[in-house]
């Protein structure tokens, strides 16, 4: 799998969007961005993926650049409930090894 | 709820006792996980089980022994286990359909203390 390169930590005002970048610049064509957060002593939750597309949830966008080096993963309004480790994954599907790095601790404060 | 509950949450065991971790799974789902995480690093991957079947042993040490009985319940047996392999030990599971899929499911853990 592809290496993912995340900042290891940020702040973000509660209310104001948190843009989160990954660095991904040796992904592979089949490999999709995956994106997890962990909430302190919480199992890992899914937000969402994307291959090439710009993907949107209930929970959160994910931007993905043309060249799918990078992306970003933008929490519209966040809450202090947000705060968590966020985890940026690149993953080949029909592989079972889906991988976790050391993350970006993002803090959300009032 | 999560949809996958995992039993005990929290264990303290000697480094000659026997014991298990038990994970089950509501989902329907095919494939399941085990994770482990200690203080201050990434998540590893232990086992990977699809269709009961193991398809993945991360280089795990043998005094960690999965079972899988069915799709729904996956067990990891305990045997005189060190200190170093206290951790939270986390269970995941997804829908596979034979086919790997990124999005899992992930329990609350267990997290285990070895004296």
């Known amino acids: 799998d592809a290496k993912t390169t995340q900042p290891p930590s940020m702040d973000c005002a509660e209310g104001r969007a948190a843009n989160l970048p990954c660095n991904h610049s040796t992904i592979s064509g089949n490999e999709y961005v995956y994106w997890y957060r962990q909430i302190h002593s919480q199992g890992p939750q899914y937000i969402i993926h994307g291959l090439k597309n710009n993907e949107t949830n209930e929970m959160a966008s994910l931007i993905i650049t043309e060249d799918r080096k990078s992306s970003t993963l933008i929490l519209p309004h966040a809450t202090l409930r947000d705060t968590a480790v966020y985890y940026c994954i690149a993953f080949i599907v029909n592989d079972y090894k889906l991988s976790f790095g050391a993350g970006t601790t993002v803090t959300v404060r009032a | 709820e999560t949809g996958v509950t995992q039993t005990p949450r929290h264990l303290v065991m000697g480094m000659t006792n026997k014991k298990s971790l038990k994970c089950e799974q509501h989902?329907?789902?095919?494939?399941m996980y085990w994770y482990k995480q200690s203080a201050k690093k990434p998540l590893e991957l232990m086992f990977v089980?699809?269709?009961?079947?193991?398809?993945e042993n991360n280089s795990v040490p043998s005094r960690f022994s999965p079972e899988c009985p069915n799709s729904s319940h996956l067990f990891l047996h305990l045997h005189t286990l060190q200190p170093e392999d206290s951790a939270l030990y986390l269970c995941a599971s997804s829908q596979d359909g034979g086919s790997g899929t990124g999005e899992l499911f992930f329990g609350e853990g267990s997290r285990l203390t070895v004296l």
């Open positions: 089980y699809n269709f009961k079947e193991q398809t």
């Open positions: 989902l329907g789902h095919n494939a």
